[in-house]
């Protein structure tokens, strides 16, 4: 599928998201705000989750970040939250992204949470989200879900929805260059 959507490393992204992206997306204003958007690229923490030793879910969000513009650093399957915790102090990333397709994310999910929030400052309150298969039931589980939110998960994508994680990426990108720009101009005046 990937191929089919010219968004592998060998095809340039942007002509062919522009291309892709013909329509509004949902929280966008237009195709051409996405790919703006998407140029600018953030920070992105990427890890399995404590339990879950699947690598294929991991390389496939490593590579549809990096086509969409992002810097990802993917720490693999079967990561301690103790050490993702540490990594989240360490790197200092824009987002936090969890991936599990082994049936036990929202538990683990919520271990994690709790460590990363635990940090102090910056790295308690980078954004983290989490998707895939959470659950054993086989699919989303709005208790579950809610259950995560509340522990302080900035999203939930356990429906598979790719695109909506494209978008709320791209809606950091935004935000990290409008705090840029503040931080810059109040160092000018």
Do not use: K
């Not at 496939?60 to 989240?88: D, F, I, K, M």
Request: charged share 20%; proline share 5%; with cysteine.
């Amino acid at each position: 599928m990937l191929h089919l959507l010219g968004l592998l490393h060998d095809t340039p992204p942007v002509p062919v998201l522009r291309a892709y992206l013909h329509a509004p997306c949902r929280g966008c204003e237009s195709a051409e705000a996405i790919v703006d958007l998407l140029r600018r690229g953030v920070r992105v923490l990427l890890s399995g989750t404590a339990s879950d030793s699947h690598t294929w879910n991991l390389v496939y969000l490593q590579l549809v970040l990096e086509e969409w513009g992002h810097r990802v650093t993917n720490l693999g399957p079967c990561v301690p939250s103790e050490l993702l915790a540490a990594l989240c102090r360490e790197y200092a990333p824009e987002v936090v992204v969890l991936s599990s397709v082994n049936g036990h994310g929202y538990r683990d999910g919520l271990d994690a949470i709790a460590r990363i929030r635990a940090l102090h400052g910056r790295a308690g309150a980078v954004p983290v989200v989490i998707g895939g298969q959470l659950g054993l039931a086989g699919g989303p589980d709005p208790r579950c879900a809610a259950r995560l939110r509340a522990a302080g998960c900035t999203r939930v994508f356990d429906d598979g929805d790719v695109a909506a994680l494209r978008v709320f990426v791209a809606a950091l990108a935004h935000r990290e260059d409008t705090l840029s720009a503040v931080s810059a101009a109040e160092e000018a005046a």
